[in-house]
């Protein structure tokens, strides 16, 4: 399906057209998700996921546009939405010099390169979106993403994708238990997830709202992984969910549940203590 948008100049597959073919009232949130993929592709997740946001519209407050087309992401269309959710999209940024062996390991650029790299202009329309009062949400590998583009970093959290230690049933043990996101979810809850270690704490930079429970996967380092955080980033709002690695994650209400109010709250619609986490 191909609709038109942007006054005939751009035709994104997938995406419906914002403010035309589907108004919604002005307390809809209006979500862009983005599941384009240049690097490993989720698929069941992405598939499982994108059925149960597009169930869930009528009666989440919501209206999710879909797209795989990389270059939706550019100022003038994000201005239609409130949320830019980066839904296990594994984007690459454009390196402006291939030569230059330093910035190509920092983007880590896949052999051959891809067809539509992120641009720097949409690399800095993202990061305006967000800081100018926007929300953005990252689930997944969305952390496995944009590697080189500082911007985006920042808004993540500071930390990327460094390898995935388990894929198994793991705890993940729940920080603040009066954050809408997972609060519903107990001190603690199970999941049969891939579990990514990333580069950077996010703690630093990051209110935490679950974290691994190393002893449930035997890892005796002491080190501390964060699997869920927000943060703010200028006037916008960013949620992190590391977890949504298999369509069963999707297909659980407590972890799709979670993911909705994360939207909310990236939106400014529930309230959320954006202080740094402590440990």
């Given at each position: 399906m191909r609709i038109l948008r942007q006054m005939a100049t751009l035709c994104v597959p997938l995406v419906a057209c914002a403010g035309q073919s589907r108004n919604a009232p002005a307390?809809?949130?209006?979500?862009?998700?983005?599941?384009?993929?240049?690097?490993?592709?989720?698929?069941?997740?992405?598939?499982?996921?994108?059925e149960r946001l597009k169930e869930a519209e009528s009666t989440a407050g919501m209206r999710f546009d879909f797209t795989e087309d990389p270059t939706a992401l550019n100022a003038q269309n994000l201005a239609n939405y409130d949320v830019l959710f980066v839904n296990n999209a594994t984007l690459r940024i454009a390196v402006d010099n291939r030569a230059d062996s330093a910035a190509t390991a920092a983007a880590r650029w896949p052999k051959g390169g891809v067809a539509q790299p992120i641009t720097r202009e949409q690399q800095q329309a993202i990061a305006s979106f967000v800081r100018d009062g926007r929300g953005l949400v990252a689930i997944h590998s969305a952390v496995d993403a944009l590697y080189?583009?500082?911007?985006?970093?920042?808004?993540?959290?500071?930390?990327?994708?460094?390898?995935?230690?388990?894929?198994?049933?793991a705890r993940v043990n729940i920080e603040d238990r009066s954050n809408a996101a997972v609060a519903h979810l107990g001190p603690n809850v199970v999941f049969r997830e891939e579990i990514y270690y990333l580069d950077v704490n996010p703690r630093a930079t990051s209110h935490v709202l679950a974290s691994l429970d190393l002893a449930s996967v035997g890892d005796t380092t002491k080190t501390d992984h964060p699997l869920?955080?927000?943060?703010?980033?200028?006037?916008?709002r960013v949620f992190v969910n590391v977890l949504g690695h298999f369509g069963d994650t999707w297909r659980r209400q407590d972890y799709f549940d979670s993911v909705l109010q994360g939207i909310r709250i990236?939106?400014?619609?529930?309230?959320?203590?954006?202080s740094v986490s402590a440990r």
């Open positions: 307390t809809t949130i209006r979500v862009l998700v983005v599941t384009a993929t240049q690097g490993f592709r989720h698929g069941e997740a992405i598939t499982v996921s994108t080189g583009s500082a911007e985006y970093r920042e808004m993540v959290g500071g930390g990327l994708f460094q390898h995935h230690p388990y894929t198994r049933e869920a955080f927000i943060r703010r980033y200028g006037k916008g990236a939106a400014g619609r529930v309230p959320a203590d954006f």
